[in-house]
């Protein structure tokens, strides 16, 4: 069995910190790009509808 040194373990916990860290600067850059997404998403949903309005509720040429 291993004995660990206090200064061992304190490197452990540090790099441990230093990969929560980084796993929270991850998941705010995925929470910001989600965002993103979300209002392309919704502002192409908005000129889909508005281009299915213009074009299906103009009279078509030559129809009668």
């Known amino acids: 069995m291993k004995r660990y040194t206090k200064a061992d373990l304190e490197e452990l916990v540090y790099c ?3 990969n929560l860290n980084a796993m929270h600067d991850l998941l705010r ?35 009668r």
């Open 29 to 63: 850059i995925m929470k910001t790009q989600n965002e993103l997404l979300e209002n392309a998403n919704k502002k192409l949903g908005e000129e889909v509808s508005d281009f299915k309005q213009r074009y299906y509720t103009t009279p078509g040429r030559g129809r």
């Open 16 to 18: 441990q910190l230093q």
